[in-house]
Structures are given as structure tokens and as C-alpha cells.
């Protein structure tokens, strides 16, 4: 269950992100994929952080050695994992008007980044080793 959630949290910010992408050319798709994906892994992000606040865990890939993937979840993970989630979830909302009210045109680049972003946030608070910190950290 554990690990499901969060690689459900990964997986939903990486479909964002190349649904931005695929979808720059319409600004208006564009803009509502990227953050649509962006708010449900922001709600799943809190859900994860009120469900396992107390608990230690280590996610993990059956197809991954665990020396290249390798996370853990503690408390201040999951604090953190929370706060992150909180506040890009206010951001989420704005973005949605952010299309109409600007006029920006190529709006699927700011989604794609802003959703790598979110996620390299939440993937180096979770970091287990120094390898895996130093990878997500750049």
C-alpha cells in the first residue's frame, strides 16, 4: 500500500509532465493536464502524509537494485513529502487561471517543469543514500 501511493505520487507527476509536453501546441489543454495531474498528486501526497505519519518504510522496485533506487519514508520525509504537497496545491489552483488571465503562449513548458520540479522536491526529501540524494538533486 505503501509503496504503491507513492509511486502512484511519481507516476502521476511524470504523466503531467509529458502531457505538457505533448500538448504545448494547445495552450489551453496543455495548461489543464499539466496541473489537473499536478493537484490529484498534490491530494495523494497529503493523503500519503495523514496515512503513514508515524510509520518507517522503504520503497522499493522488484526490478531496481536497491543501491539505485532507494528510498525511505520517516517522519521528517513524510513531513516534509506534506508540506511540499501543501503548498504547490494553492499553486496548482492559481495556474489553472494562470492561461486565461495572461494570455502566455508555449504554457506546456512551465507545466512540464513545474511538475519535475514538484517531484525532484519530494523524491530528495525522501532520498535514502547519497547517490540516489545527489541524482534527484540534480
Same mark, same amino acid.
Given at each position: ?7 502512484? +505520487? ?14 504545448? @501546441?494547445?495552450?489551453?489543454?496543455? *495548461?489543464? +493536464? ?5 493537484? +490529484? ?6 493523503? =500519503?502524509?495523514?496515512?503513514? *505519519?508515524? @510509520?518507517? !518504510? ?12 532507494? !528510498?525511505?519514508?520517516? $517522519? ?12 504547490? $496545491?494553492?499553486? /496548482?489552483?492559481? =495556474? ?7 494570455? @502566455? @503562449? ?10 519535475? =520540479?514538484? +517531484? ?7 532520498? /535514502?543514500?547519497? !547517490? ?7
Amino acid at each position: 500500500m505503501i509503496n504503491d501511493l507513492f509511486l502512484g +505520487l511519481v507516476i502521476t507527476f511524470l504523466i503531467g509532465a509529458a502531457a505538457a509536453v505533448i500538448t504545448n @501546441k494547445n495552450d489551453r489543454m496543455s *495548461c489543464y +493536464l499539466a496541473f489537473s495531474c499536478a493537484t +490529484l498528486a498534490s491530494i495523494m501526497g497529503l493523503f =500519503f502524509q495523514f496515512s503513514f *505519519c508515524l @510509520k518507517d !518504510f522503504h520503497i522499493y522496485l522488484e526490478w531496481i537494485p536497491p543501491q539505485f533506487w532507494n !528510498f525511505r519514508g520517516w $517522519f521528517v520525509c513524510i513531513f516534509h513529502t506534506g508540506n511540499i504537497n501543501s503548498c504547490f $496545491f494553492s499553486f /496548482d489552483l492559481f =495556474f489553472r487561471l494562470y492561461e486565461r488571465i495572461f494570455r @502566455k @503562449k508555449n504554457i506546456g513548458y512551465l507545466g512540464f517543469l513545474y511538475n519535475i =520540479f514538484i +517531484l525532484s522536491m519530494i523524491l530528495v526529501v525522501s532520498a /535514502d543514500n547519497a !547517490f540516489m540524494f545527489l541524482i534527484v538533486w540534480n
